[in-house]
């Protein structure tokens, strides 16, 4: 958790990893509990701190100081497939995590500001609701 992000669902051979940060990771999950329901095995994971993940892609690369487990531990290659990242924030903060394996993506967030409503219709408003998560998932795989 403290190392930026940890596996809360883990499928036998993932067909989409769903990425969730902060208050949509329900979301996340409901969207992943309707994608096993259609027979899509689902792997979740949850981003504590994608400042501390970026700082361990760039150890990776040579470009920092530190350690990059965390990386092999959450994002394994053998178990890499299509990602769609998931916050309340802006959809940049997570889209760089399909680089860790290079795998396609989807990176859903929040690009506008200043919208007002009941949280169902804003997230609905920026595509962050579960039914946003599984239609990404679903353009993915296709």
Request: proline residues 4%; charged residues 15%; hydrophobic residues 45%.
């Amino acid at each position: 958790m403290v190392a930026g992000a940890y596996t809360l669902r883990r499928t036998e051979d993932p067909a989409v990893s769903l990425v969730g940060m902060g208050a949509v990771i329900t979301e996340t999950l409901a969207a992943a509990d309707r994608l096993a329901a259609q027979g899509i095995a689902t792997d979740v994971i949850c981003v504590t701190s994608p400042g501390r993940l970026f700082e361990a892609v760039q150890a990776r690369r040579g470009l920092a100081d530190g350690a990059s487990w965390i990386l092999d531990q959450v994002f394994p290659a053998d178990r890499a497939a299509p990602m769609v990242t998931v916050l309340d924030g802006h959809p940049h903060t997570l889209a760089f995590l399909t680089g860790i394996n290079n795998v396609p993506g989807s990176a859903l967030g929040v690009s506008t500001f200043g919208q007002v409503g009941s949280l169902e219709d804003v997230y609905k408003y920026h595509g962050i609701d579960t039914d946003s998560v599984v239609g990404a998932a679903l353009d993915l795989i296709a």
